[in-house]
C-alpha cells in the first residue's frame, strides 16, 4: 500500500474496531432470525451482514421470507441488543492508545445509526474521542461497500479522498473505502478473516498496537 499522499485523515469503522460489538451482535443477530424464520450460522451471517447496514439487513430478510415487514418490526428485539451491549460491550483491545499515538484529524465512518454509535461509544468511553466528528450510514443514500459513507466524511471534514486512510473490519468496508480512492487498514482479529481483508485491498493488523506504526510508514515520502 504505498503512500501517494500524506495522511489528512483516519476514518475509523465503530463496530470491530472501535468496540468489540460484532460477536454480540452476530449472537442476537441469529436469535433474532431464528425467531423471523431464518436460521443461519455465524458464517453466513459475517458474510451477508457483518459492515452492512440495517436497511440492507432488513431488505435481506425481507427478500427471504418473501414479505414486508412492519415499520416497527425491529421494537421486540432492541431490548436484546441493549441487554447485551450494556452488559458485556468492550472497547476493542489496545484501541484507545492507538488513537492517543496517532498525529492528525480522526473520525468515524460507520454502517450503525448515529443514536448507536454514540451508545457504543459512550459505553466503552471512546465518544470523548469522537465528539462531533461522527458519520453513519444514515447520512447518505447507499451504505457499504459503496463509497458515500466514506466520501462524505471526507468531504465534512474537508480532506482530498486520498489523503484518507480507514481503519475497517470488514470486506464491505474494505470495498467501500477502495472504491472511494482511500488506503484501508483492514484489522484482522475480528469477524472477518485477516485473507478475505487482504482479497478486498487492504493493509492487515492484527494488534491495534501496529496501527500507528503503520500510519506512519504510510506518511513517510516511500511509504516505509
Not at 54 to 61: C, D, I, P, Y
Not at 129 to 147: L, N, T, W
Not at 173 to 200: D, F, K, N, W
Request: proline fraction near 6%.
Amino acid at each position: 500500500m504505498p503512500a501517494s499522499e500524506s495522511i489528512g485523515l483516519v476514518i475509523f469503522d465503530c463496530d470491530g474496531v472501535l468496540v468489540d460489538s460484532e460477536r454480540l451482535s452476530i449472537h442476537v443477530d441469529r436469535r433474532v432470525l431464528a425467531d423471523l424464520g431464518w436460521q443461519l450460522s455465524v458464517e453466513q451471517i459475517v458474510d451477508r451482514f457483518v459492515g452492512r447496514s440495517a436497511a440492507h439487513f432488513r431488505s435481506e430478510v425481507e427478500a427471504h421470507l418473501g414479505r414486508t415487514l412492519p415499520d416497527d418490526w425491529e421494537a421486540p428485539y432492541q431490548g436484546w441488543y441493549v441487554e447485551a451491549f450494556e452488559r458485556d460491550l468492550v472497547a476493542v483491545p489496545g484501541v484507545s492508545a492507538a488513537i492517543d499515538a496517532i498525529d492528525g484529524p480522526i473520525c468515524v465512518g460507520s454502517s450503525g445509526s448515529h443514536a448507536k454509535i454514540r451508545r457504543n461509544l459512550g459505553l466503552t468511553g471512546l465518544l470523548p474521542h469522537f465528539e462531533g466528528r461522527i458519520f453513519s450510514a444514515d447520512d447518505v443514500e447507499h451504505g457499504k461497500p459503496a463509497p458515500d459513507l466514506f466520501l462524505h466524511a471526507a468531504a465534512r471534514m474537508g480532506v482530498e479522498p486520498s489523503r484518507c486512510v480507514v481503519v475497517e473490519d470488514s470486506r464491505p468496508g474494505v470495498e467501500a473505502a477502495r472504491a472511494a480512492g482511500m488506503r484501508v487498514i483492514g484489522y484482522g482479529s475480528g469477524m472477518t478473516s485477516p485473507h478475505r481483508l487482504e482479497q478486498a485491498g487492504a493493509t492487515v493488523v492484527l494488534d491495534m498496537a501496529e496501527l500507528p506504526g503503520v500510519l506512519r510508514r504510510l506518511s513517510s515520502p516511500a511509504g516505509d
